[in-house]
């Protein structure tokens, strides 16, 4: 049997897409080697930080006028709020018409979850970041998100649960994450806009920087995720064929939310930067939000099931949106100006009968 030649093994490398890999070794680890105690806790201040360290380098990278033109951009901003606050409870509740035998009342309570959380800020600005989209917007509509979020998400929560019958603990609403939100992400921006003058031009010869902050700091959200998934023992609770139900329905959920986010991007006339915003700022969902809602809005002994379709949408959007981000088309580059034709010189041109006699002389 023929051996492959290296050349061939050396192009099957470089289509390996290392970042996808690279996920799923972190949920391995976390399944194998979940953080614990003060071990997770650690982890999660890690991943904090690395968030906080993200925002600070893209305030240092952005001008104020490419941050200001991202805040006004609300024929962006609004369809995606659209498509994160409507669309996508409406998908919830049209899944939760399943019957129990794919869907359990406790999954479909945490199918209906997911859907009114909002955007996801870290990834969603990493992924536009990596397709080359509009970051400035993407800052703008993912931040929009996550704060409308705070008081949507626990009284759509509420409502919806309670009219399908799904039930849901009563949910004081937490002004105190707004407070959190400015600490881990407003400020951090707003120090990078403070000394953009002096370290931008650095950035822009270190690329790689950016770069290991944007994928690190997913990577340690994931693996912090995972642990505590791990070691509240979810993973057991709930049967093969169910868990492999479950996963289509959330594939379906985001190809839903994917196509939808795409096509109405395309319908007013988007850019192709703005559409990229648009793609991934509408399709993802918080896991890190939806977390410590789910501890106030369900009881203790429901929350492990019900955050596993978050959990397992969570995996799906990052794997697939980091593919597509890796593999969105290039912007196209401006045709070169054509080279302008030389100067017309005139050539005198001489009568046969005048070159005769010049030659008779």
């Known amino acids: ?29 976390a399944a194998l080697v979940p953080a614990r105690g003060a071990a997770a806790d650690g982890v999660s201040l890690t991943a904090r930080v690395a968030v906080g360290l993200l925002f600070f380098l893209y305030g240092a990278r952005l001008s104020p006028q490419a941050a200001l033109d991202g805040v006004r951009h609300w024929r962006l901003h609004l369809p995606v709020l659209a498509l994160t606050f409507l669309a996508f409870p409406a998908a919830g509740l049209a899944a939760g018409l399943l019957p129990h035998g794919v869907l359990s009342p406790e999954l479909a309570a945490g199918v209906l979850f997911l859907t009114v959380l909002p955007s996801t800020v870290q990834s969603s600005i990493a992924f536009t970041s990596m397709a080359r989209g509009n970051v400035a917007a993407a800052i703008c509509s993912a931040s929009f998100s996550t704060v409308l979020g705070v008081v949507l998400t626990p009284l759509l929560a509420v409502t919806l649960l309670r009219q399908t019958g799904a039930g849901a603990a009563d949910a004081p609403l937490t002004p105190s994450q707004l407070t959190d939100i400015a600490i881990q992400l407003l400020l951090p921006f707003l120090a990078g ?41 979810i993973w057991h609770r709930v049967p093969p064929a169910r868990l492999l139900l479950l996963a289509a329905v959330c594939a379906l959920l985001l190809a839903f939310a994917l196509s939808a986010a795409h096509g109405t991007a395309r319908l007013i006339g988007l850019p192709r930067a703005d559409r990229v915003t648009a793609v991934f700022c509408g399709s993802n969902k918080s896991l890190a939000s939806g977390l410590p809602m789910a501890t106030v809005l369900f009881p203790p002994d429901r929350i492990g099931i019900t955050v596993l379709p978050l959990m397992l949408y969570h995996t799906l959007q990052l794997v697939v949106c980091a593919y597509l981000a890796r593999r969105w088309p290039a912007p196209p580059t401006p045709l070169a100006t054509p080279a302008s034709p030389p100067p017309l010189r005139l050539v005198r041109v001489q009568e046969p009968e005048q070159v005769d006699e010049k030659n008779a002389r």
């Not at 192009?11 to 799923?24: G, H, N």
């Not at 770069?211 to 994931?222: K, M």
């Open 1 to 29: 049997m023929p051996h492959p030649s290296p050349g061939a093994a050396r192009r099957v490398l470089r289509r390996v897409d290392w970042y996808i890999v690279a996920l799923f070794c972190v949920i391995g680890l």
């Open 193 to 233: 806009q403070a000394v953009r003058r002096w370290i931008a031009d650095w950035l822009g010869r270190h690329r790689a920087l950016t770069t290991l902050c944007d994928r690190g700091s997913i990577l340690l959200v994931v693996y912090s995720a995972f642990s505590r998934g791990v070691t509240a023992g």
